[in-house]
């Protein structure tokens, strides 16, 4: 069944709603009139019959979910995602404002690209917020003009997927973005450590015969890029944390030093390497996911506030770069559509986390990272919102997928808690 | 009964399955010393050998072995540097299953591509060796010349020599051998043994005097040049020196060892030449066996079912 998009004409009431205000932390039933796409009134509104309204009876309303992670692959690789398809898959999500990482072809290194990214999605339905890279041409040498491109719309900097391997590449960076109050954002892998590794070293991978990408590959980036923040006095974030090391020492340096942030993905809390056992291409990722011991270690972080937020690292594949051997597929899974069934069935039904943290991980959290809005459920607001039904259990089917590309390792997983609308620049989406 | 469709991993290979393998090969090795040395076991069957990976010895024993049963077989070579990523192993793979052959038999340099391959296909399939994940037929055909020498596997003293990691045959031989109770040791460099190894029921040893002198037979692998170049092994003399089979090592031991090697050799490397050309090298009857194994193979995975109720 194929999402709907819909513009929304004049009023619209939503009844009854849960609403779950994760900035104020409350929780209520009230109604919500929104007129062309802003919020009018929050409260018990009586409406004549003839008013446009959707029965939200049993719906969670809140803040629309906010993923300062994805790939849309534009410009350079359309046939993988267009802004068009990303912002439908995010949209089918509940996520009504992404970051995109610079990664494309050519990567988006200057002011000119940044403007081209914020002019192409202007007129899409979500909010769509440019990275830009650290280096020029994510090279790992020189810094870009960082400083131009915050003035044309860069919201952090990062070179997503080429981790920064030298280490005084990376300080100046961490330096220099101290004028700007962004983040700076290094995948952090260490390229030797790493080696040409395929997936998370352990008995999985000796069992494959797949060559290993040992923990410390990520973890000692990490240390570096954490001891460097506190060195400069820059912010940092770190990216789809991935092993128990490294939570470890994020949460040792968040003791001593508060500008650092971290992120897990959906698909590192609900897998391990276990699930690599038929060399299901679609589970290539860098970072590879890894043990249970690690995966613990994620959720606990969760738990315990090491970890800020949850972010997709949404990376759209073509069947053609996937449908190959593990050694040649691409790295990469798409995550949008998945992330709040996944998430909600890990850390809510699984782990006793409560609905309330769960959803600061996908709204308040992100957004204060990179400096957005955070105060959405007032009157007079554009409506940013998505509606989902907690309990609703569901498999992930290759057919609904709205993103261009399916490489997903959630399809026929089970999984808990569905997003029915979201509700954003105007438009209303519906599964 | 033997109920399996394809050959790709001994993980999990149940015992009874593996001895049944073994048993119909020493079956085939009777037909290997007739005047006729073919059976009419596949006729009608057609095979098709499908190498991505340079390995004249593996594709000709899997050719004589589909000759003699009777079995179409045609060959396959491609060279995966002229493979375009992707999209050449798919369309390979979807051109000869459109051909409708009953089986394919593939040796390729990725761990795992005999199960993107059962994705694209329908038939049946053998792995001859993927990257360094397996080889089972490899591990048949030793567990079945360990059987043919000491008439039993179980509770047999089995040391695989070698760098472990990047080893298909020592991975299919650590299954094999543990389902079928032999005591495992694997020794070579540390930094070629996977330090998780030993969950899988085998001892690590980097000690050799100590494994030739426990040993009842020793696998010896072959060390691939390519890993000293990339800093792995410091150079040849020394790894002779730390982890060769060598003539002064075997005349230290008092009773006899039987020494295995699937092939090709290093001589003066892992394999000195004495050893390799001594009385108690089966390396040469390996290679016979290596036939009877995959004919066994092919007979119980193509064959067998048709006939059952023949035989019973
Ligand atoms: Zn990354």
Redesign the interface.
């Known amino acids: 069944m194929a999402m709907k998009i819909e513009q929304i004409e004049g009023r619209l009431l939503l009844k009854k709603p849960k609403i779950i205000d994760p900035l104020n932390e409350t929780e209520t039933i009230k109604d919500v009139m929104l007129v062309d796409g802003k919020i009018e009134e929050i409260g018990i509104i009586e409406a004549g019959n003839d008013i446009n309204f959707i029965d939200c009876d049993g719906l969670i309303l809140t803040h629309g979910f906010c993923d300062l992670h994805v790939h849309f692959r534009d410009p350079g690789n359309g046939d993988k995602e267009t802004m068009e398809s990303g912002c439908e898959s995010a949209l089918a999500g509940g996520f009504t404002r992404v970051c995109t990482m610079p990664n494309t072809e050519p990567p988006i290194d200057s002011p000119e690209l940044i403007s081209y990214i914020i002019e192409n999605t202007k007129k899409m339905p979500v909010h769509v917020h440019p990275i830009g890279s650290v280096t020029k041409g994510q090279a790992g040498s020189e810094i870009s003009e960082m400083g131009l491109m915050i003035d044309s719309g860069a919201v952090a900097f990062s070179d997503d997927g080429l981790p920064i391997q030298n280490g005084l590449v990376m300080r100046k960076a961490l330096e220099y973005s101290k004028m700007f109050n962004v983040p700076i954002i290094n995948h952090a892998e260490d390229d030797c450590l790493r080696a040409n590794g395929l997936m998370n070293e352990g008995i999985v991978s000796t069992k494959l015969g797949l060559s290993g990408n040992p923990n410390i590959a990520e973890s000692i980036m990490v240390f570096r890029d954490l001891k460097l923040a506190e060195l400069t006095g820059a912010q940092l974030h770190v990216p789809h944390v991935s092993t128990a090391e490294s939570v470890q020492y994020i949460s040792d340096m968040k003791n001593q030093y508060n500008e650092i942030t971290a992120e897990v993905t959906p698909h590192h809390l609900f897998y391990t390497d276990e699930a690599l056992y038929d060399y299901d291409t679609n589970f290539k990722v860098a970072p590879p996911i890894r043990d249970i011991r690690s995966r613990w270690a994620l959720i606990q972080g969760i738990k315990d506030g090491i970890i800020d937020c949850i972010a997709t690292d949404h990376a759209p594949h073509t069947s053609h770069d996937k449908d190959t051997t593990f050694d040649l597929a691409s790295c990469g899974l798409i995550g949008l559509e998945s992330c709040l069934g996944v998430v909600k069935k890990v850390l809510v039904d699984d782990e006793d986390l409560g609905l309330m943290e769960m959803i600061k991980l996908l709204t308040v959290s992100p957004r204060k990272i990179m400096g957005f809005d955070n105060d959405l459920l007032k009157e007079g607001k554009e409506a940013e919102l998505v509606l989902f039904n907690e309990e609703k259990k569901w498999v992930f089917n290759k057919n609904d997928i709205n993103s261009k590309s399916k490489n997903s390792p959630f399809i026929d997983a089970q999984l808990s808690g569905k997003v029915i609308h979201t509700i954003s620049k105007g438009v209303i989406a519906t599964n | 009964m033997f109920d399996h469709r394809h050959l790709i991993s001994l ?1 999990k290979f149940p015992k009874k399955d593996i001895q049944q393998i073994i048993d119909t090969a020493f079956n085939f090795k009777e037909v290997l010393e007739r005047p006729i040395k073919k059976v009419p076991s596949l006729q009608g069957k057609t095979i098709v050998n499908l190498f991505f990976e340079n390995s004249t010895r593996t594709r000709i024993s899997f050719e004589l072995a589909q000759k003699r049963l009777s079995a179409d077989t045609v060959n396959f070579s491609a060279s995966t540097s002229s493979l375009k ?3 050449s ?2 369309d390979t793979a979807q051109n000869i299953e459109a051909m409708k052959i009953d089986a394919v038999v593939m040796r ?1 340099p ?4 005999p ?2 391959l059962k ?2 296909i329908n038939a049946q399939i053998i792995n001859a060796g ?5 080889h089972p037929t490899q591990a048949i055909l030793d567990m079945m010349s360990i059987q043919e020498k000491f008439g039993k596997i179980k509770d047999l003293n089995i040391a695989i020599i070698g760098d472990i990691y990047h080893s ?1 045959v020592a ?1 299919s031989n650590i299954y094999g051998l543990v389902t079928m109770g032999a005591n495992v040791t694997l020794c070579g460099p540390p930094n070629l043994v ?1 330090k ?2 030993s ?2 029921g085998v001892n690590v040893n980097y000690n050799i005097d100590e494994v030739i002198e426990w040993a009842d037979a020793v696998n010896i692998l072959r060390i691939q040049r390519e890993r000293m170049g990339i800093g792995l092994i410091p150079s040849s003399r020394e790894y002779r020196r730390l982890f060769g089979v060598t003539y002064e090592r075997m005349s230290r031991r008092d009773k006899e060892l039987v020494i295995m090697h699937p092939g090709p050799m290093n001589r003066g490397v892992e394999i000195d030449s004495e050893v390799a050309d001594s009385e108690q090298a089966i390396i040469l009857e390996q290679v016979l066996n290596g036939v009877a194994s995959r004919m066994s193979i092919l007979y119980l995975l193509l064959g067998a079912k048709e006939e059952d109720g023949d035989e019973n």
Do not use: M, N, V
Not at chain 2, 110 to 113: I, K, V
Not at chain 2, 130 to 134: A, K, L, M, P, V
């Open positions: 993980e990523k992707g999209e192993f798919k390729h990725s761990p795992g591509a199960y993107q994705k694209f993927d990257g360094t994940h397996e298909r991975r996977p998780e190894i969950e899988l």
